[in-house]
């Protein structure tokens, strides 16, 4: 998705899922790491909150 490589791996929304137990703490870290004003602290919490509503029936791969 972004220009810079990275280590990590994630291929499509499914393996993302896959991988939210392990990159949640990323998400979260961002938040204690940086800088941030309220809105944004408040705007990275609802989007993690989100992400841990998803469950298997809401994705699938496209084939």
């Known amino acids: 998705m ?3 490589r990275s ?3 994630i291929t499509d929304m499914v393996d993302f899922y ?3 137990p392990n ?3 990323h998400a979260t ?3 204690d ?3 941030l004003t309220e809105d944004q602290i408040e705007v990275l919490r609802w989007m993690i909150k989100v992400v ?3 469950g298997p029936q809401d994705i ?3 084939k």
């Open 2 to 4: 972004s220009e810079k």
């Open 7 to 9: 280590s990590l791996v």
């Open 18 to 20: 896959r991988q939210w």
């Open 23 to 25: 990159l949640r703490p």
């Open 29 to 31: 870290g961002v938040i």
């Open 33 to 35: 790491a940086c800088a």
């Open 52 to 54: 841990d509503m998803v």
């Open 60 to 62: 699938t791969r496209d």
